[in-house]
């Protein structure tokens, strides 16, 4: 107390001005919660690190095999197996194509089967996790228990499954997976429509009128959409390393179309002769899912302090 | 606890009929016979294969027939490897992978469960900071990417490990390394986080005041509390060392069931990817279900809550 007192001076304790209200006025622009969050991400340098290489990849993807002098199908047979070099950088592989541009095409590949999946995903789970949390009870449980037992499955057994009958192809790998992928979407999304639809502004909108349609859209699910970010972002990673394990086994996309996982096994047949062949696709899926790692545990922490450490 | 047993037994049962369900339909939905060949045969042979093999029988009725079999245990003859059934081809291959998954299992525990505590123990220091950089790699690293350095740099450029097959030690090495990297990880990170919470609560310090060896108290008071998520962890680390198995066999001609079910995949072989795809499912439930009970068993806390919202 005493310690307080020696701070305290005769002005402190003096009656604020009349009138004026200068004490009221808030000086600092209002931190808006997308704000803040792109505040703390930028605090964590790994998660930065992560969003700048996937910007990169992203970009190298797109417009990298356009620039390239070389198409991802061009051979050149009689310059196979060439070791990296100033005219092929991550040299060619065994029928004499540029590894280069191939590891290109291949992000292509990869990264689209990686966020379409995840959308695949996305669109499914949130709308089965949103309609199950809202409507909570007999719904909620039965919706729930079905849930239940397909997270229950080996996830990949079933992508292999599906695979198997729609045969192998580009779109049908996105299928497959966002087929299975859903479940872990829906559970977080009831969670949080479950939550927060006992919140005040629920019952105000309720209150007004405002029809369960507009305010599962409106209110609910743009609430929801920190943690649906956050598992989108961990997700996209999930499924390339997926397509990877599709294609190492043959049940990826069709050749002359190169996924990362469809160089790293054509790679390994010529590990001993060309290590380079494996090497540079390897290096591009682990960066990739390191990337995205750590990006979705920045979001995570920056959109959802309450998930840290989990 | 009864109560919460015969609830969990239920619900196994209804995912493992689904599962079967499911396999079932998707396997027949896959366009083509089992005995389409690039020689047409002529009507009167496959008449009497489709009828040696019930295929000539209502769907309802070979879905009733396989269900009634596999209550017996019994997963039919194979298609493509003619004499020889379902069963003995799982027999022989997972006596083999057993041993692999299970020593990967257990060196992902070991592993991982020591240095999440040495982590957790030097918080903050460079101890720490080393493993949990190795965590998150050995997380974003594909268990096929593994697999595929370390044959490069073990078996080909140092020559210290032999690059395939099974049956002798040295033979295990690289595979159960690759099988067990990724769970490792994971496993240290989930310790390392639960130690340091455990580290921080009262009973600790009482311990402490009380004159207990550092030793007792770490891995005798702290650890008994931290190692609760890992318990949970369990299953999917079941499930990941088993789908992990597909390739790793593969790379490394192992003869187990992992390598057996692509096999199927490829030659086509219906009964026997159904066969495996239940057997690998019932593997699950039963391990994800000693997981819930022991569970349930360590931590009483869980029983209740489970028992209140189912």
Redesign the interface.
């Given at each position: 107390m005493a310690e307080l007192l020696r701070h305290l001076s005769a002005r402190d304790l003096a009656p604020a001005p009349r009138g004026g209200e200068a004490w009221n006025v808030i000086e600092q622009p209002s931190q808006s919660f997308w704000w803040d969050a792109w505040r703390r991400l930028r605090q964590n340098r790994m998660a930065m690190a992560g969003l700048v290489t996937i910007v990169i990849l992203a970009a190298a993807a797109v417009f990298g095999p356009a620039l390239s002098p070389y198409t991802y199908d061009y051979q050149q047979l009689d310059l196979h197996d060439q070791p990296p070099s100033a005219a092929h950088w991550f040299g060619t592989d065994m029928l004499g194509r540029d590894l280069f541009t191939r590891v290109l095409f291949g992000a292509r590949i990869s990264l689209a089967v990686g966020i379409l999946a995840s959308l695949v995903a996305l669109g499914i789970g949130v709308i089965y996790g949103a309609v199950a949390g809202f409507y909570g009870g007999q719904v909620d449980n039965v919706m729930m228990?079905i849930v239940?037992?397909?997270y229950?499955?080996?996830?990949?057994?079933?992508v292999?499954?599906?695979m198997?009958?729609l045969?192998p192809g580009l779109q049908n790998v996105f299928l497959a997976l966002g087929a299975v992928y859903w479940t872990g979407m829906a559970r977080i999304v009831r969670a949080e429509i479950l939550s927060l639809k006992e919140r005040e502004f629920v019952m105000a909108a309720r209150t007004l009128g405002v029809p369960p349609r507009r305010l599962l859209l409106r209110h609910l699910i743009p609430n929801a959409v920190g943690p649906i970010i956050v598992t989108l972002t961990l997700l996209v990673?999930e499924a390339i390393?997926s397509e990877?394990?599709l294609s190492?086994?043959?049940?990826g996309v069709r050749a002359p179309i190169a996924s990362w996982g469809v160089l790293?096994a054509d790679?390994?047949k010529a590990?001993?002769a060309a290590?380079w062949e494996?090497?540079f696709p390897?290096l591009f899926?682990?960066i990739t899912?390191?990337a995205f790692?750590?990006l979705g545990d920045g979001l995570r922490d920056a959109l959802d302090p309450r998930m840290r450490?989990r | 606890m009864a109560r919460y047993i015969t609830g969990r037994l239920v619900s196994s049962l209804l995912t493992l009929w689904v599962i079967v369900t499911l396999t079932f339909v998707l396997m027949h939905a896959v366009p083509g016979g089992p005995f389409d060949t690039e020689k047409a045969l002529p009507q009167a042979i496959l008449d009497n294969l489709n009828k040696r093999y019930h295929l000539d029988w209502p769907l309802w009725r070979q879905y009733l027939y396989y269900l009634w079999n596999l209550a017996h245990f019994d997963f039919g003859p194979s298609f493509k490897h003619i004499g020889q059934s379902v069963n003995e081809i799982i027999a022989q291959g997972f006596r083999v992978s057993a041993t692999l998954g299970g020593m990967a299992i257990a060196v992902a525990l070991i592993g991982g469960v020591l240095a999440g505590v040495v982590a957790a123990l030097r918080q903050g220091g460079w101890v720490d900071h080393v493993v949990m950089t190795f965590a998150s790699v050995g997380l974003a690293v594909p268990s096929f990417v593994v697999a595929t350095v370390l044959v490069y740099l073990l078996a080909y450029h140092l020559k210290v490990l032999p690059a395939g097959l099974w049956g002798t030690p040295a033979q295990a090495v690289m595979p159960v390394i690759s099988l067990s990297l990724g769970p490792m990880a994971v496993i240290a990170r989930y310790v390392r986080t639960s130690m340091v919470e455990v580290l921080r609560q009262d009973f600790i310090t009482t311990a402490r005041a009380k004159g207990l060896p550092r030793r007792t108290i770490t891995y005798v008071h702290a650890l008994k509390n931290a190692i609760l998520p890992v318990i949970t962890y369990m299953g999917p680390l079941t499930a990941g060392v088993l789908t992990g198995s597909f390739v790793i066999e593969q790379i490394f001609a192992i003869p187990g069931m992992g390598r057996e079910f692509v096999l199927s995949i490829t030659d086509r072989d219906y009964t026997a990817i159904m066969g495996t795809t239940v057997f690998y499912s019932v593997l699950l439930i039963v391990a994800n279900l000693l997981v819930d009970l022991v569970y349930a068993w360590v931590d009483p806390r869980i029983r209740v809550a489970k028992g209140a919202s189912d």
């Open positions: 228990r239940d037992v397909i229950g499955l080996p996830f990949l057994l079933y292999i499954l599906l198997v009958v045969g990673p390393f990877a394990f190492y086994l043959g049940l790293v790679g390994y590990i001993r290590p494996v090497i390897a899926i682990s899912m390191l790692g750590f450490n | -």
